[in-house]
């Protein structure tokens, strides 16, 4: 069965950067892309872009260009997602999703990553 | 952007009872549309894709209508697990753009 497992949680300080990785099993890793989803604590879901695991593509989300970075590495079915300059406001649970049958609709979900941005 | 506004923000309503969500969309999505459901704690469940096909797993009783604007998501009869939140999602080709709504809470009454 598919599976999206993530990395655990993380606490950093202003400035800093942070790194959620995506582990995936149970389908061919090249065959769909990997999008990040992020959730602020009582707040709604917000789309910040995709990857596409076969070549390395990405699309990210107009708000967060320039801070962020998702790579992968298909040796070990991973995926990751890099966001750096910090703010208290990137406190939020870090999901990773795939869709299913229909591309942009996302069936599987990881666990979520919470990462705490605190001085 | 295609901005998703959801309403009413929180729905009380008793087991057994009709509950009908809203999801408006600032500009057309055509039926470029999904719904989920999120309790606390989870990570968000696909409910309906492109506007009104269940997903898989998906119980009859949760249905989806809608087309270019105004869609809806009707939970038929209520059971004590459909309490949670619903997000409304469209995904847009030009640009290549994913949003959500801000959320329904469905409580109980």
């Known amino acids: 069965q598919v599976q999206l497992v993530q990395s655990g949680a993380e606490v950093k300080k202003p400035g800093a950067s942070v790194k959620v990785s995506c582990k995936a099993s149970?389908?061919?890793?090249?065959?769909?892309?990997i999008h990040w989803v992020r959730q602020a604590p009582g707040q709604g879901l917000e789309w910040m872009g995709w990857?596409?695991?076969?070549?390395?593509?990405?699309n990210y989300a107009r708000k967060f260009q320039g801070r962020v970075t998702m790579t992968r590495d298909t040796s070990i079915s991973t995926a990751y997602m890099d966001l750096s300059s910090l703010r208290s406001d990137d406190t939020a649970v870090y999901y990773c999703?795939?869709?299913?049958?229909?591309?942009?609709?996302?069936?599987?979900w990881g666990q979520g990553a919470l990462v705490t941005v605190s001085s | 952007e295609i901005v998703l506004t959801q309403s009413p923000a929180t729905l009380s309503l008793s087991p057994g009872e009709r509950a009908t969500l809203s999801c408006r969309a600032s500009?057309?999505?055509?039926?470029?549309l999904a719904w989920y459901q999120q309790k606390p704690g989870q990570a968000p469940r696909l409910l309906i894709y492109?506007?009104?096909h269940r997903a898989t797993g998906i119980p009859a009783r949760f249905s989806g209508s809608g087309s270019g604007t105004d869609f809806t998501l009707t939970i038929s009869s209520l059971e004590p697990e459909d309490f949670a939140i619903y997000y409304c999602?469209?995904?847009?080709?030009?640009?290549?753009?994913?949003?959500f709504g801000q959320g329904t809470k469905l409580e109980i009454k």
């Open positions: 999703s795939r869709p299913g049958g229909t591309p942009g609709f996302f069936d599987y």
């Open positions: 149970g389908y061919t890793f090249t065959g769909h892309y």
């Open positions: 990857i596409n695991p076969d070549n390395g593509d990405t």
């Open positions: 500009q057309s999505v055509t039926t470029y």
């Open positions: 492109d506007a009104s």
């Open positions: 999602q469209q995904r847009s080709h030009r640009p290549l753009m994913y949003t």
